[in-house]
């Protein structure tokens, strides 16, 4: 069983790598592995090709070649004819089938005869000689002949069965001579009377091939069918055998093919073809080397091109993996130095990739945080404020509250009830409002305002009314200390004090959604459109920008506080009309649990 440990610290080393060292492996592999595959196997394909087209080649040189030969061997076969069909010469060979009387007889024929043969041989450089031979063996040499006179060193028995086709027979290695061969046969009845011979110069037929790319490349040479050499560079191997491993294949093989062949640690290839109509072969040995020639110089420049595109790509891979990681690096350097409480840096990646969307999210998200920081910073320092003010309105709350209580004592043994209910009053606020809660319910809230309301209305007389309508599952509530008490105030204050007519204070509660909405509504003078304007401006600042006191702006301010900047004060009014302020809150009781809302509501009487 392969263990997993190995693949699992290979798969974390991969993970672990960083990111530009991972898109340049990537980035390479991608390239290296395609290019060397279609390198190899285009050097692979184009090398076939190209041994094929050279086998082509070599083959249609050796084709061409022969064609030349054979048009060597036309020459001679038609100097055969032309004596084949010359009377004088069947003549003479008939006389000397028949005996001549004497020698006189015999050596004038020899001489008409060797005229002819002569003029036959004039033009022609390639023709060593030509000799006829009666049936009784009698020679008619041309002027140049080199046979013997008694015929001895031509093979009349290799013509015995000759028709009247050239024979070509075998090449003489001492005069370097071809010989070739056929009966003369009577025109008119058709019968032998002698035998016709001629010898073909060996350069004749080397010269042919000798010029050749071929034969300057490697080896190449005319065998017969029984593996003797006809013409050969090295006139010392003509005539002779050799013992070459591949000769079997050449000499039973078609007219023409290729093969190859190791020889001595070299390979060679090995090219024949046959020579017209006779037994020969014309054989071209050349090194395999030769032939690779043209392979090795396309090798070579595939390995040039394939280096240039390794380096191309290593210089491509290293730019890509480089623009790609370089942002990602100064982005987490960036991320470091947040880290550190700098705010003040932005990362500027011109980009709409997804570079350039995490540069702009980061920025985003940096401004974000400084933002937050900034407002829970205010946010501190006006808790901080806020008991500040608090700490220093508490300073003698007991003196206070005790001379309200010798008042309230006062004025019952002087029998004035009114008065020590007043003080009595005002004492419970200042009461509530020493304490060190800052929660309250919703029922105790109320009552401050009733307890401020009472006050009041010894001072307004009944220039003002009051109602609250509250759902009963309501008065539960948890809501901050004193956040209906300004807001009557102000509707008091604001509102009614240069009004004429008598003034209505309408308190509501009811839930809306997952909130708990108060309404304060008055029917005063109203705000008017720029002072309105004014106020919901200042609603967003401290209470010491706004120059408005404790009111309004403290209100929201601590329900934002608490609560969050979805909760707080909506101020609408219309001037002679009178103001509605909307407190909005969250639904949570004293045990910390969302409140469900009811349809009741009960009127709390003031």
């Given amino acids: 069983m392969i263990s997993k440990r190995p693949i699992q610290r290979l798969r974390q080393w991969i993970l672990d790598m960083k990111i530009q060292k991972k898109l340049l492996v990537s980035f390479l592999i991608l390239n290296l592995i395609p290019l060397t595959m279609i390198g190899t196997l285009t050097y692979q394909k184009s090398r076939s090709l190209i041994q094929e087209k050279t086998n082509a080649y070599t083959t249609d040189l050796l084709t061409e070649v022969s064609k030349n030969i054979e048009f ?38 020899i ?60 090449t003489d290695p001492e005069q370097l001579t071809i010989t070739a061969g056929s009966s003369l046969f009577d025109v008119g009845n058709l019968l032998k009377i002698g035998y016709f011979e001629l010898h073909l110069k060996e350069d004749a037929l080397y010269s042919v091939f000798a010029q050749t790319k071929l034969n300057s490349e490697g080896e190449m040479y005319i065998v017969n069918q029984d593996g003797r050499i006809i013409s050969h560079a090295n006139k010392s191997l003509i005539n002779t055998i050799p013992a070459y491993p591949y000769m079997s294949r050449v000499l039973q093989g078609p007219e023409q093919d290729h ?37 090795i110089v396309l090798k070579n420049w595939m390995f040039i091109i394939l280096i240039i595109c390794i380096v191309f790509a290593i210089l491509l891979a290293y730019v890509v993996s480089n623009s790609i990681s370089k942002p ?84 019952r043994m002087k029998n004035v009830p009114e008065v020590g209910k007043l003080s009595k009053a005002l004492g419970d606020l200042m009461r509530e409002g020493i304490k060190g809660k800052e929660y309250i319910s919703l029922d105790k809230e109320l009552d401050n305002v009733n307890k401020y309301v009472y006050i009041q209305q010894y001072r307004y007389g009944d220039k003002f009314t009051i109602t ?25 204050v604001h509102g009614m004090e240069m009004k004429i007519e008598q003034g209505v204070i309408d308190i509501r509660g009811f839930f809306d959604e997952q909130t708990f909405v108060i309404t304060i509504r008055d029917n005063g003078n109203g705000i008017e459109a720029e002072r309105l304007a004014q106020i919901r401006e200042n609603l967003n600042v401290t209470m010491e920008d706004s120059g408005m006191g404790i009111g309004l702006i403290n209100v929201h301010q601590r329900v934002q506080l608490y609560y969050g900047k979805e909760y707080g004060l909506q101020v609408e009014s219309v001037v002679g009309e009178g103001t509605l302020i909307t407190v909005i809150l969250p639904r949570i009781d004293e045990r910390g649990q969302q409140i469900q809302p009811t349809s009741k509501e009960r009127r709390i009487p003031v």
């Fill in 468 to 492: 609250v309508e509250m759902d009963e599952m309501a008065l539960p509530l948890l809501v901050p200390r004193f956040i209906l008490q300004p807001l009557v105030e102000n509707a008091i």
């Fill in 111 to 170: 001489n008409k005869i060797k005229q002819i043969l002569d003029g036959a041989i004039i033009d022609s450089e390639d023709v060593q000689d030509i000799s006829l031979y009666g049936l009784n063996k009698n020679v008619f040499p041309s002027g140049n002949a080199v046979s013997s006179s008694n015929g001895d060193a031509f093979n009349v028995h290799a013509l015995d069965e000759n028709e009247g086709n050239l024979v070509w027979m075998t």
């Fill in 328 to 411: 990602i690096r100064q982005l987490s350097a960036m991320m470091k130095d947040v880290e550190k409480d700098r705010f003040d840096i932005q990362f500027n990646y011109n980009s709409r990739n997804e570079i350039g969307m995490m540069s702009r999210n980061f920025n985003r998200m940096i401004d974000r945080i400084h933002h937050l920081i900034n407002t829970v910073y205010q946010e501190e320092l006006l808790k901080q404020q806020s008991q500040l003010k608090y700490l220093m309105f508490q300073i003698n709350p007991h003196f206070l509250f005790n001379t309200l209580e010798t008042i309230n004592w006062l004025a």
């Fill in 72 to 109: 060597k061997m036309k020459e001679v076969k038609r100097l055969y004819y032309s004596l084949f069909t010359n009377k004088e010469v069947r003549d003479a060979l008939k006389k000397a089938n028949l005996g001549f009387h004497n020698q006189l007889e015999y050596l004038d024929e």
């Fill in 259 to 295: 093969t190859t062949e190791m020889m001595d640690g070299i390979n060679y290839v090995i090219t024949y073809h046959a020579v017209g109509n006779t037994d020969w072969k014309i054989v071209s040995v050349i090194p395999d080397a030769k032939y690779s020639q043209t392979s």
